[in-house]
Each structure stands twice: as structure tokens, then as C-alpha cells.
């Protein structure tokens, strides 16, 4: 099998019907961690990677935006695998895929698969070729292998600056800068501004779970491959990042205390989970770097406590530890901590690393500091530290959250709140309630403007009445989770929130808000899985999205 195809995917029994199903083409699969795409790609040099869109150890559109950016793998044709149908998938191939296509692979998808193969063997553009023009080629191929209609608009949020118009497949019309057709499109697609894609003639535009990437983040590969050289962001000197060291050891607390020292950032200690969680509720460090195996709690105990807690869940953190285990990281990943390092690997990738993982939001703040539109992802730059960030730097503007369960507004002015909305399908939520649930939002596009569009519902100082909000929400959370946790019986929900957790919420937990919905018991789902953590966690996701209902 000198050519391959790499499937990129949490799930390696998923490789073993595809490899069937392609050999009698004369093809073959080679199932590949999300983690590893990077350097599995550049080794095998695949004719074609398979990217499983519904990976939850990395998301997605980095695992992409990597492939897309890293040197050794630019030039593979990229194509996503999905189990759920939303509509035509035009905005992952402006993103940079070439194709997706729906699981289970059936025989006339897997036809579709190998012909791909090599219709896709040849770059999209030339060198130099006008910016956009590579993305309107997959476009415009994609609507002819889908036969899509519908509309693609690219402009401000509320407004549309430039459309174009499919019809069964062909581009229809389009015009934007005074040019026409093909050209037009390129233009529309390298210019800023929201772009969405509207289907057919519905009403309201597809919400799709992942960002356009307009410009890929070459410091996403840090997040996928140690082995990759990194992008280097450091704070502006006037303003040292605080960060938080954490380890039961004192000597070699002392040295990562003295090494970061000496790096430029202001480092704090703590010598246990217990003090570690406690001093970052009191500090709000910039980021949290903790050694795993300690006394009271360990490290894995105060991850869970920080991303449960509402005040401090988006602070970025790295693990130390002295065992070097991959399968470590992969779980790391997949609890929420930024990276994971080894004590016996050099002190650099320690400085490496952590720059790595606050690169998001220097980035983020210098597009902000621009009086630009500014956009990221809500894993990497947080919700709430955004809101908090931009209403430091501008006297007004939005954060605007959508996580394809549903998209989340707050605005502010002159250092006051101004209103929250929410839109959970089709549930709206407004004022406190509102913020509440953008607080809530852990993954999804992120994008702040510098105005404010919708009328006042809220008031009060930002820092203060987030942080309110931020109290209010853990009190809620833990009293559902804690109920639902103990209950024999069937829990409240909002049946219509659930099932729009069932159709958009993260895969492994479908199963689970479906048995909810149906009467079942959390406690008989504890006892029946096979890890309660998970069960656990998902039940602590459905409070957090208003799906477990519970009286405050």
C-alpha cells in the first residue's frame, strides 16, 4: 500500500470497516490518534487524511488548521467525516476541507471515497494565485459533487456585505467588488467579516459547531505535536503574566518557580490541589502549571474542581509529571488541561509550552487592542476572560458566543454592563439569565466587535456582576449535579433543550440526555456504566446548558 489513507480519529474500530469496504479499490486505511495526525501524516504521506469531525480529545478545527499549516502536510487533501446532517457543509470546506461525508460509510459514499482519492490528488490555486481563489475552487467543486443550494453571505453580524448563490450544485450568481462569478467569490471568501451559509430557503442560517478559519494559528500545533518548533508570544513587559506553580515538592518547586522567574512571568506556589484551587480562586492567575501525584488532592482533582468552578474554569493549565506517557497526555487532553509534560524533559519546552497555551489570547488581545473584530475559540481564549479583557481595553462592545447549541451576546459600556441575549434553539433567554448561560459555554466561535447592538436589559460593573454570575452559577450547578447524582427517580429537564442536546451536544452524552429524557434514573446510569466519571461529567454538562432543571 504505497499511497494510504490516515483516518484521524478517537475511535479505532471505526478504521476496520472503511479499510474493508476501500481495498476492493485498492486502498487501504491506517487509523491514526487525533494527537499524532502531524507527524502520522508526514510519515505515511497518505493520499488523502479522513478527519473524524466528531473528536473530542482535540477539536476538530485545530486538528485541521494544523494539517493545513504544518509544512510536511499542507499539500494532503483533508476530507471530514460526520454521523449528524445539518445541511451542506460549505463553511468546513471553506475552512479547508475538500469534501464531507456522512458515517456510516455506505457502499456508494465509500465509491464516493476512492473516486476522491484521485480527483483530489492535484493543489487547489497556484502560487501566487489571487487569496481566496484556492477556497472558491473547493467550494465551488464541493456544490458540484453535493448539488447544494443556497446562500453564502459574508459580512458584519445582522448585515450582509457580499453573497453568493448556489443552485443543484452550480454557482448562480455572485457579485461582490465589482467583479462577477468564480473571481467574485475568491474576493468574498478572503475578505473579513461573518460569514455564514444559508440553505435552500430556510429561514435562519445553518449554526455550524466549527470557525472558518480565515487565518490558520500555527500555535494550534503545539497543542497536537511536542515535536513541532513553536510560535513564541510573550506579554508586553509592562504587564507580567501571573502564573501558578503547584507541586507537593519543594525543590522542585523552588526550581520551576526560579526558571519561570527568570522566563519574565510573576509566579505565585501553592504546595498541594487543595491550596493550589483555593490560591487560584484568590489570584486569578493567568495560567496554572501542577505537578499530578500530591497529597489532599492531586492534581486530576483540582483540574476538576477549576473547570467546574464558573470564577476560574477558563485559566489555562499545564500538568507536570514524572512519568513520560502519552496515553497521559491524551488524558489530559480530553480532562481539560492545556498540555503535559514530563519533569525529566528539558525546562525550555516548559517555557515553550506555557507560551503556547496563553498564545491564544495575546493574540486575541492584540486584535482587540486593534479596535477590530476579533475572533477565536471559546477552549482557547475563555468566554468569560474575553468579556472581561475587552471591557478593559474598549469603552463598549460585544462578545458574541455560539457553540452550535445555541449563540450567546453580552454587551457593555463604558465599564457597564449593557444587556446579555441568549438563543437556545428555540428558547431565548435575556438579561441575568442570559449571562448565566454565556458563562456556561465552554467550546464553540468566539467574536467580539467594538458596538453594541441590542436594547439594555442589564446593569452594574462588569468584573462585579460577572463575577456575581459566576457565583450564582456554581451554586445552581452543584445543587443539580448533586441531585441528580443521588436521585433514584427522574430528574426535571427541559425536554426541547434536550433534544437539541441530543441533535448538537457532544456525542459521548446523547446517549445519555436521551435516557433522561425517556425517565430514566442518573443513579441507575451510574451504576450501568462502565465509567461513572463520564456519566458524571455529562450530567454536569446538561446543568450547565439549562437542560437539568432545578429550583434556586
Not at 308 to 336: C, K, N
Not at 381 to 407: C, H, M, N, P, Y
Not at 501 to 517: D, H, I, N
Request: glycine share 8%; aromatic share 4%; charged share 20%.
Amino acid at each position: 500500500m504505497e499511497s494510504p489513507i490516515l483516518l484521524v480519529t478517537d475511535e479505532p474500530a471505526l478504521a476496520a470497516p472503511i479499510d474493508a469496504g476501500l481495498k476492493p479499490h485498492g486502498l487501504g486505511v491506517i487509523h491514526c490518534e487525533p494527537t499524532r495526525c502531524i507527524s502520522m501524516t508526514a510519515q505515511s504521506v497518505p493520499s488523502l487524511v479522513l478527519l473524524d469531525m466528531r473528536i473530542h480529545t482535540v477539536a476538530w478545527p485545530s486538528v485541521l488548521s494544523a494539517l493545513l499549516t504544518e509544512a510536511r502536510t499542507r499539500g494532503v487533501p483533508v476530507v471530514g467525516l460526520t454521523s449528524e446532517d445539518p445541511g451542506p457543509h460549505v463553511l468546513p470546506v471553506v475552512a479547508g476541507m475538500h469534501d464531507v461525508l456522512l458515517l456510516p460509510l455506505d457502499a456508494a459514499r465509500l465509491e464516493q471515497l476512492s473516486t476522491l482519492v484521485i480527483t483530489l490528488g492535484f493543489q487547489f490555486g497556484s502560487a501566487g494565485s489571487e487569496p481566496g481563489s484556492a477556497a472558491a475552487d473547493r467550494v465551488v467543486l464541493y456544490a458540484e459533487r453535493s448539488g447544494v443550494s443556497g446562500t453564502l453571505e459574508r459580512g458584519p453580524l445582522g448585515a450582509a456585505a457580499g453573497k453568493a448563490t448556489f443552485s443543484l450544485g452550480a454557482l448562480a450568481s455572485c457579485q461582490f467588488q465589482g467583479r462577477d462569478g468564480r473571481a467574485a467569490l475568491a474576493a468574498l471568501l478572503s475578505a473579513t467579516g461573518e460569514l455564514r451559509f444559508q440553505s435552500g430557503t430556510a429561514a435562519a442560517p445553518v449554526v455550524q459547531e466549527a470557525p472558518v478559519m480565515e487565518s490558520l494559528d500555527a500555535s494550534l500545533l503545539e497543542t497536537l505535536e511536542p515535536v513541532l518548533s513553536p510560535l513564541s508570544f510573550d506579554p508586553p513587559p509592562e504587564e507580567k503574566t501571573v502564573v501558578l506553580a503547584v507541586d507537593d515538592d519543594p525543590d522542585i518547586l523552588g526550581l520551576v518557580s526560579a526558571f519561570l522567574t527568570k522566563e519574565g512571568f510573576d509566579v505565585r506556589t501553592a504546595c498541594d490541589g487543595e491550596e493550589g484551587f483555593s490560591t487560584a480562586v484568590a489570584l486569578r492567575p493567568g495560567a496554572i502549571v501542577s505537578d499530578l501525584e500530591m497529597p489532599f488532592l492531586d492534581g486530576w482533582g483540582m483540574l476538576k474542581k477549576i473547570r467546574a468552578d464558573y470564577r476560574v474554569a477558563d485559566t489555562p493549565l499545564l500538568f507536570l509529571s514524572a512519568a513520560e506517557d502519552f496515553r497521559m497526555s491524551i488524558q489530559a487532553a480530553a480532562a481539560g488541561a492545556q498540555d503535559y509534560l514530563s519533569k525529566s524533559g528539558a525546562r525550555e519546552q516548559l517555557s515553550i509550552k506555557l507560551r503556547n497555551a496563553l498564545a491564544p489570547r495575546l493574540e486575541l488581545e492584540l486584535a482587540m487592542r486593534s479596535q477590530c473584530p476579533a475572533r477565536s475559540r471559546v477552549e482557547l481564549t475563555g468566554a468569560k476572560w474575553t468579556l472581561l479583557r475587552l471591557a478593559e481595553l474598549a469603552t463598549q462592545g460585544s462578545v458574541i458566543v455560539a457553540d452550535g447549541f445555541g449563540v450567546h451576546e453580552v454587551a457593555f459600556e463604558n465599564g457597564e454592563l449593557r444587556s446579555a441575549d441568549s438563543t437556545l434553539g428555540a428558547k431565548t433567554l435575556a438579561g441575568s439569565l442570559a449571562l448565566e448561560a454565556f458563562l456556561g459555554v465552554r467550546t464553540g466561535d468566539l467574536v467580539t466587535v467594538h458596538t453594541t447592538r441590542r436594547p439594555a436589559n442589564l446593569s452594574g460593573r462588569v468584573a462585579e456582576t460577572v463575577e456575581a454570575a459566576a457565583v450564582r452559577c456554581n451554586a445552581a450547578e452543584a445543587l443539580a449535579v448533586t441531585r441528580a447524582l443521588t436521585s433514584r427517580s427522574g430528574v426535571m429537564i427541559d425536554v426541547d433543550l434536550c433534544a437539541l442536546y441530543e441533535k448538537f451536544g457532544p456525542v459521548p452524552g446523547r446517549a445519555v440526555a436521551s435516557a433522561l429524557r425517556g425517565g430514566a434514573a442518573p443513579f441507575d446510569l451510574l451504576a450501568q456504566s462502565a465509567n461513572p466519571l463520564d456519566v458524571e461529567r455529562v450530567l454536569r454538562d446538561l446543568a450547565r446548558r439549562r437542560v437539568i432543571l432545578v429550583d434556586r
